[in-house]
């Protein structure tokens, strides 16, 4: 082969033999006629070259026949460069190849009987290439069979991605996509009332975010849907936020359930509260008859129509008397009622000792044969809480303490309230069955009971403990089994 004598051959050779990759020049025919001076790519050894003997495939690809799309060919027909990928086989091993070729030109012109074919291993290439593709295919069949949303938005606050979870969801179904890719949700009304647009805000600015059993809105308007929505900001290499990760539960059936669960707690602890509060209510009953009965005879003295002052102011006492214990008997009611209705929590001044006081009154300790130990000073300063939460919580524990006790013989519970700094504590003691030690740990786990079937769900300590824990307090507790258990509840005290 010859070239231009202005050109130092040696210069380009060294230029050529230097190239990542084999260059040949081919004939019409596809014969090699040169090749620079590299191992070959397919069989890693110098192969013994005879030019214009050997036809490409057969030199390069130890085929017996051409290749199949043939670059070469095609350069002949069209007159331009040709590029193809050839997948060949040595020793076993699969190598790609990216093959391309062009018209050999001399100067300005192109010769028509000489082609320039380069050929480049692109197996490792090749294999990044299909490790991304089956690590993408795999996230994305991840992402489309979760089963929660998962979708993505960017700075503006519009969706980039969604995937089916997202679409059943949405109630939007097959539209889904069509529909949400490029809605601004930051911007939509029912996002922004509901106050989830202010955290979409945090989180394009970089700050991560989850809420539980959030109430959200849909874009219809409708309530009553409540979703657990973690937001993971997608960042740049620099940290800066250039969009949003979102993953959504729908945990409204949770929640209900939770709402529902809680409910017949209450309802519970009122059930068994009911032979408390008929006696309770027995005595200022009682009174009343009696005062009643009084009443009336002393009317049947007043027959000639003339009342003594002394009989007057008597019978202003029976009435004041019947109207004192009738309002009783309402308040009991009303504090009955107020446990399985009230719902929000309203902070408030709550005189713990008169509160504790009117809990116990609840519980005929006498009839169930338990000893009762108070020791709650009369002038302890007021706590900071919901008088509602309060209640439940403690009614809770007491009537635990005396399921605890049950029929025991010299069964007897003991409640101390002191103050320590600006808190308040409160222990319940008592000499029932106890607690394994394996078991004491999982106490405050929503729907775990150490009771009988039948005598509890497994709710009433849970609930004392978020309620006290939404108050500023908390709960504690000592067990033994077979000697009793001790419950040490800290409240905080009201400042003005």
């Known amino acids: 082969m010859k070239f231009d004598s202005s050109i130092d051959f040696n210069i380009v050779q060294s230029i050529l033999d230097s190239l990542p990759m084999e260059v040949y020049v081919l004939d019409r025919v ?44 095609r350069t002949l027909k069209s007159g331009r460069l040709e590029q193809t990928e050839i997948k060949s086989k040595h020793k076993g091993k699969s190598r790609h190849y990216l093959v391309t070729t062009a018209p050999l030109r001399k100067g300005r012109e192109a010769d028509e009987t000489l082609i320039i074919e380069t050929v480049q291993d692109i197996t490792d290439q090749k294999k990044t290439e299909e490790a991304l593709r089956s690590l993408n295919d795999f996230n994305k069949a991840i992402i489309d069979n979760a089963p929660v949303a998962i979708f993505t938005i960017d700075r503006d606050g519009k969706f980039m991605s969604v995937n089916p979870a997202l679409a059943a969801l949405s109630g939007l179904g097959a539209e889904a996509e069509e529909k949400l890719l490029r809605f601004n949700w930051l911007q939509n009304p029912y996002t922004v009332r509901c106050g989830l647009a202010e955290h979409i805000k945090k989180g394009l600015n970089g700050e ?183 209640k439940q919580s403690f009614m809770n524990i007491f009537q635990n303490a005396v399921d605890a006790v049950g029929k025991r013989e010299g069964g007897a519970i003991r409640i101390k309230v002191y103050p320590i700094d600006n808190t308040i504590k409160v222990e319940i003691e008592d000499n029932g069955v106890g607690i394994h030690d394996d078991l004491i740990d999982r106490i405050f786990e929503p729907f775990f009971s150490t009771k009988d079937a039948g005598k509890g769900v497994g709710l009433g300590l849970t609930l004392c403990y978020e309620f006290l824990n939404r108050m500023g307090g908390n709960i504690e507790v000592e067990s033994k089994l077979g000697r009793g258990s001790l419950f040490k509840v800290t409240l905080p005290g009201y400042s003005t």
């Not at 191992?39 to 057969?58: A, D, M, R």
């Not at 529902?260 to 009911?274: A, P």
């Not at 006498?366 to 007021?382: A, E, T």
Request: glycine share 6%.
């Open 208 to 390: 991560p975010f989850e809420l539980q059993d959030f109430p959200f809105t849909t874009y219809r308007g409708d309530q009553g849907q409540y979703i657990h929505l973690r937001g993971v900001p997608l960042k740049n290499k620099n940290g800066k936020a250039e969009g949003l990760l979102c993953i959504i539960e729908d945990n409204t059936e949770k929640v209900k359930a939770k709402i529902q669960s809680i409910q017949d707690v209450k309802t519970s602890v009122i059930g068994r509260l009911m032979t408390g509060v008929a006696h309770e209510l027995n005595n200022p009953l009682a009174t009343i008859a009696a005062n009643s009965e009084l009443a009336c005879e002393l009317f049947q003295g007043f027959k000639d129509g003339n009342a003594k002052k002394d009989e007057m102011i008597e019978l202003r006492e029976y009435l004041d008397v019947i109207q004192e214990q009738a309002f009783r008997c309402k308040n009991i009611i009303k504090d009955m009622i107020d446990l399985t209705k009230k719902k929000g929590f309203e902070v408030q001044e709550i005189d713990l000792n008169g509160c504790l006081n009117d809990l116990l009154k609840q519980i005929n300790f006498k009839k169930l044969n338990i000893r009762l130990y108070k020791d709650i000073p009369p002038s302890i300063f007021h706590i900071k809480g919901d008088l509602n939460a309060v």
């Open 30 to 73: 596809r014969k090699i006629q040169w090749k620079n001076e590299r191992i070959s790519l397919l069989s890693q050894e110098e192969s013994v070259f005879q030019s214009g003997k050997t036809p490409c495939y057969k030199e390069i690809f130890k085929r017996g026949g051409p290749c199949s799309n043939c670059p070469a060919l």
